[in-house]
């Protein structure tokens, strides 16, 4: 068989499916699992007759590689991926590399390319989306980590990644140390962003409209074939119209809880970190997290009385309102992602490629839609683009769809049916749309009880004043600080 042209390290579903897609696609892999029965297992299952070799040790994968070698970590993010580093470090020679393809933390990646680059080896800390299906047939894969290790996986990555109907790679070197992790996680903040504000659209339906799930089925089934074309419209009509063998509509019966793996928060902590107002992520976090007090909503719903209104408008004509308000909010997810990774580029000295991002999300990964292919376009025309939203066509389609959009807003306030994520949306488009915003009063109020200072619409930028606004304060104001 000869030697392999990669190694993966870990053989849960990931890294399983994605070991077949780069066989089928005519390399040579290398395999270990800390449980070396996997191994074995997998050997003589799944990969049974193709160019995959099963290994017991890291020592006899190092040995069955060709050099450079590269080995793949598919592992769960955290301690076990710096023990791994550790354990096979050692069995390496300089300029080989290793390849972390889980959803580390990025701050973790940017630490370890600078220790593995240390040992004389290079570091790739990559994205891999697009679920167990996605690893098999073609995920988005987001690399970033060493320069000079790209050249060496480049021909790999692009062929077993995710191609656009063009015959594009959803794939490409994204920046350094952190950045491909950093990319990876805003994508699945964004993903976060997309479910809730489906589930929103769910609930206004099934709840506001009385709607049955084929009807809900049908709606999405219309409206993935048009502007909200994406792989999660897709899935949610399936799920919709989906009946387990007793006939019973399996989503009916799904507890109302939802569980989470911390990418989100970490989008939204980051946020908070580089003072972006992401919104509408943080909303989709914080959604999740309220799901998940089942036992103290069942009793609140007891005790807490709201509105009882029913829709009384024209359903059809509100269903287009709930896609119009659905795609703006869109939009400013979208937006507000843009807007983070902008800030972490000139935080840690990246060159991202914006445009090439949205490529990179055009297929394979969870949020893929026809969608992308138009901010491609708008960061393509403008790469210094401040913010989606200034983007003619985004500018035009939330314009077209702005008074709909208020409608929903204004109708789940009615209702009593919460809409977090579409109303946070809205608020964030009029928030950055306001040429002055109430915060002149709450720099009055900070300066009044901790003469925080402010600056003036008739003074320059950077010159800073303070009142005293009791008569009993001194003239020594507090140092100034921007997060």
Known sequence: MGKADIAVVGLAVMGENLILNMESKGFTVACFNRTVSKVDNFINGRAKGKNIIGCHSIEELAENLAKPRKVMLMVKAGGAVDAFIEQ???????????????????????????????????????????????????????????????ESVKGIFQKICAQTDAGEPCCDWVGENGAGHFVKMVHNGIEYGDMQMICETYQMMSKGLGMTNAEMHEVFAEWNEGELDSYLIEITRDILGYKDEEGKEVVDVILDTAGQKGTGKWTAIEALNLGQPLTLIGEAVFARCLSALKEERVKAAKALKGRKSKFRGDREKFINDLRAGLYASKIVSYAQGYQLMRAAAAEYKWNLNYGGIALMWRGGCIIRSVFLGKIKEAFEKKPKLANLLLDPFFKKAVKKAQSSWRRVVTTAVKLGIAMPAISSALAYYDGYRSERLPANLLQAQRDYFGAHTYERVDKARGEFFHTNWTGRGGATAASTYVV
Request: aromatic residues 8%.
């Open 88 to 150: 096979i470090l050692p069995y390496l020679e300089d300029g080989d590399i290793i390849i972390d393809g889980g959803n580390s933390h990025f701050p973790d990646t940017i630490r370890r390319t600078e220790y593995v680059e240390s040992k004389g080896k290079l570091y790739i800390g990559t994205g891999v989306s697009g679920g167990e299906e996605g690893a098999l047939l073609g995920p988005s894969i987001m690399p970033g980590g060493s320069p000079k290790a790209w």
